[in-house]
DNA sequence: TTGAAAGCGCTAACAA
DNA sequence: TTGTTAGCGCTTTCAA
């Protein structure tokens, strides 16, 4: 009275079925495998017939390599993470890899969880948050295991990476406000974060200061909305006196400022304070913000990411490459028209 | 000249250098195996030595079950479901599970995708879109791999299921708007989405109805902001006549319907209809919407899910369980204050 | 408590 | 072009 608990099919199974070898069978499932056209025929049809998958587990471990590739990525629950994996993951499962998802929100447990996937055989690695210790890039180095850096700090042993140019970027701002009109500048930026989210308000910064227009700095907690709005709100009127250009290294910063700009301080966005972010998150289109931003194309990230992988796993030797996304501003209402030159 | 490209050390490195056999290996890496402290002692510190870590390819595919959890979910970009895959993808890390992130954007794929996930020897399946073809969820239950539905469909062969209650939900909503002086009400429900949500949008009418008050029902395009935005915007003024409380099924929609009400129609909100949405995602309460929902609680949703999944590995002939999440009111500021009973 | 040996399902030389 | 054979690294009876 045993409930019934099938396995699944082995290549035994279909092989026999078939009336062939079980290497016939796996040639039949091999990209360019020496195998005559009807043999593989007879083979896919038993194949299907009994519902027959190649076993991964038994494949990876066999090739020393498996489809497996892990996909690091913590707040997730973030618009800009959110639709990155999201795009990822369609990525790699639409190639055939199978995304193993690593989420460190706790930071100390990447060099294990990134160890422990390792030894999964993985076809690859994308590190989209949270740089990984300076080690395993280099152990994934001399395995030639093929790792993708995205917008990670650019320190530490070579690796292929796609990053925005984030001296490129702050600048394109700075140009934008400078364009609308503005000229009390400030910055709002998250403390300790990474390069690619720092970088581009240092480089704002230096832009401004370049050109004589020194740039008020205002520290937020973290990138979140709420630290946004927290950090412009304890500014207060005061503390905005005489600026009216705001840069947010992030969207999401930003429509906090937004909120406390309008809501908690009673200001006029755009007539007192312009308004700029970065990244182009959904909610930045929103009617209730019409945040005036630099789009980051996170399906062009995507594209990117997934050519270098591949272009890795058929060439182990290549030099690492780094990809540069390009960057558009999007004017909408939180900033005022541009002045005739 | 080759580059050194080293391997994983196996269990047989790791024996060699404590000085005792694979099986002993074996042993000291496997819970509740029969093994001398002092042997268990030096394999660890023979494998710490040697950085090993035990090969999940070979250890799932001998024992018949690897620690690999299918994570199959859509629309990762929206805020609901980047949280609920964020806390679910932490809880499988935590317990020693690593998750496999299965997109079906295409709707088309899973069967196929389901089944290669399957093929890994997963230890369990969490399906939290996408309603599962009956065949396969039938063929879970009898290999008994743990399969654990979240707001699925509860039509075809049972499963562990989490769920929240469509009914208790469209109630509460009834109720609150219902208390809060709304007479004319209408209903904001996605085109030919999942039950959660149209079932709660149907409960919400029903309970209307049954009360007296006939309830206007518009359909959008699908659950995003902009498909409830335009909806409501398309109705006009005219086919919002009488209406003074709008149901939205998700707050997405709800915030889309928001901006539709007050910028592309001109109305005030709460004075001339009340708004509430259903889930409470984060943007809901942004300074700028500060939108009326009922809160579902994902951390307790994550719990059950993960509850579920153990318990059923841990005896896998129980009986299929079912868990209502909790759902709460979060008043906000799209309804008005609740008339004095 | 331990080791020897068989086998999980597959691929890749090697021979035929 | 095909089949035979030897592992990939692990767990698990079975004896000792």
Redesign the pocket.
Known sequence: MTPPKP??P???DVAELAG????????A??EG????P??RAKVLDAANALG?V??PL??G????SSNIVGLVASRLDTPIRGRQIKLLAQGLLGLGFRPMLITAEDEGDLPGLLRSALSYNVAGMIVTSDTPPPELVQECADRSIPLVLVNRDPMGPAADRVQIDPVAGGRTVFDLLLECGARGLACLTPAGETFSVTGRADSFVAAGTAKGLPCRVVVAENQSYAAGRRAIADLGIGGLAGVDGLFCATDLMALGALDALRIDLGLRVPDQVQVVGFDDIEQAGWGAYQLTTVRQDLEEQSRMVLQLLTARIGDRSRPPQLCVQSLSCVPRATTRKPLAR
């Not at 062939?20 to 040639?27: P, Q, T």
């Not at 495998?33 to 005559?36: D, I, N, Q």
């Not at 471990?61 to 020393?64: I, M, V």
């Open positions: 396995r699944n082995t290549s035994f062939v070898s079980r290497s016939a069978v796996s040639r499932f091999t495998a020496t195998v005559a009807e043999t027959y190649v076993n038994a494949r471990l066999q090739k020393g």
